[in-house]
């Protein structure tokens, strides 16, 4: 595979990761421009799965971003990804997110990763655990167990709203 292919086929999976990372599009941006830059310079040691490979660097260089503001942020415009219909449905999607976006809060730092990996950048369970080096089986149970925990979070959530 050259470079470019791999380039096209993945940047918006690494943008989108990415970006709920941050949740700020200039520090994506920044972020994935740094992403392919180190891909790019250690392209000819890549071994194994292309799209694990560029996500262990992208999930490094956000780590390392983090480490330099000491901040976290959760993605505060994750909204933008929702297209609202009519006046209803925007009321009902913006009580859905909050609840959604209370839940993810409540996740220990492994149980969001693997939901990030999974969810926002459509990784395989075998691919996810290559970045975060575990087992697929210990994956899929993570993300099985985390995905049960995240309903009670957001029912929880949704029904102390209607009371």
């Known amino acids: 595979m050259k470079f470019i292919d791999l380039y096209d086929r993945y940047f918006d999976d690494i943008y989108r990761y990415t970006y709920f990372k941050t949740g700020n599009k200039w520090e994506t941006d920044d972020l994935v421009s740094e992403i392919f830059t180190k891909a790019?310079?250690?392209?000819?040691s890549a071994k194994g799965s292309?799209?694990?490979w560029l996500f262990t660097i992208a999930r490094n260089a956000i780590t390392d971003h983090y480490r330099k503001k000491k901040e976290v942020v959760l993605g505060d415009d994750m909204d933008l990804y929702t297209y609202p219909h009519t006046f209803e449905e925007d009321l009902e999607k913006d009580e859905e997110l909050k609840c959604l976006k209370s839940s993810l809060k409540m996740l220990s730092g492994d149980e969001l990763e693997i939901i990030s990996l999974r969810y926002f950048s459509d990784?395989?369970?075998?691919?996810?655990g290559k970045v975060l080096g575990k087992s697929e089986d210990a994956v899929k149970m993570?993300?099985?167990?985390t995905i049960k925990k995240l309903k009670t979070l957001v029912n929880n959530l949704v029904v102390s709203k209607v009371l």
């Open 123 to 128: 990784m395989k369970y075998g691919d996810i």
């Open 50 to 52: 292309y799209k694990a």
């Open 40 to 44: 790019y310079e250690n392209f000819s």
């Open 142 to 145: 993570k993300a099985f167990r």
